[in-house]
């Protein structure tokens, strides 16, 4: 399905009323339509205007706000490392603030456990 574009339709609006003009004397019961054409293309125009200054300020908007969320992330950063730092890493208390503390690690079991040897080969197998 193709898409018609606002410009596509105002053009073509424009298009039909300049046509129209030569042809109103001839032609005096279009005259309304004609002039109520004329006031809805002045009305597109002045819309699609309106929407171009507003789609200029919602990416104004946009890199702003990107740019409040990058400084917010970096000044969080800091703030969680200078909590670490002053109550310890895997304190509980960081928990309050929105930090999560490290996770103790967890003992490794030793390495010094035998491993079970290989069952025998089965008699069937043996030639």
Request: zero cysteines; proline letters at 9%.
């Amino acid at each position: 399905m193709a898409t018609i574009t606002v410009a596509k339709l105002i053009s073509d609006w424009e298009l039909l009323h300049t046509a129209l003009q030569p042809h109103l004397t001839d032609l005096p019961f279009l005259k309304d339509q004609a002039t109520q054409l004329e006031g809805l293309i002045a009305d597109a125009k002045g819309m699609d205007t309106k929407q171009q200054d507003l789609r200029g300020s919602l990416q104004e908007t946009v890199r702003q706000r990107k740019d409040l969320e990058k400084r917010g992330k970096v000044l969080h950063s800091q703030l969680a490392a200078m909590l670490r730092g002053s109550f310890g890493f895997d304190n509980q208390t960081l928990l309050g603030f929105g930090v999560k503390p490290r996770r103790p690690r967890k003992k490794k079991a030793p390495a010094d456990i035998p491993q079970p040897a290989p069952p025998p080969p089965h008699p069937s197998t043996q030639q």
